[in-house]
């Protein structure tokens, strides 16, 4: 079993929601910033959230206000919470953990959680 693990992906109708959990070891949960990125084929990988050990937050462009990220202490999971769902959001969406503060190099990845959105 690797260090994250997702679950929560699926399908929904556009302008649904849908909460995506990230389970991580308690070294990794305690220590690390934890984020959730997205990729569709052919496109770069993209910050969706992220969050520290502390509780502070960021969010990247692509769905801000749209996402809330959280953190629960003591089941040592990550949780992203997306709602007004668009058929762009359609993409593989994973976790991962990094020491670096500037979030730039991650360190550890889940395998990652098919989101599919119809119209």
């Known amino acids: 079993q690797g260090q994250l693990e997702e679950t929560g992906g699926g399908s929904v109708q556009a302008g649904g929601s849908l909460r995506l959990s990230c389970a991580a070891s308690?070294?990794?949960?305690?220590?690390?910033?934890i984020g959730w990125f997205r990729q569709v084929p052919g496109n770069e990988r993209e910050m969706v959230a992220a969050i520290t050990s502390g509780g502070r937050r960021a969010y990247g462009d692509a769905m801000k206000g749209r996402v809330t990220i959280s953190r629960d202490n003591i089941k040592n999971t990550v949780t992203l919470q997306m709602n007004s769902l668009t058929l762009e959001d359609t993409a593989a969406y994973y976790c991962a953990a990094t020491s670096d503060s500037d979030l730039v190099g991650w360190d550890f990845w889940g395998q990652g959680t098919q989101v599919t959105v119809s119209s």
């Open positions: 308690g070294r990794i949960f305690s220590t690390y910033i």
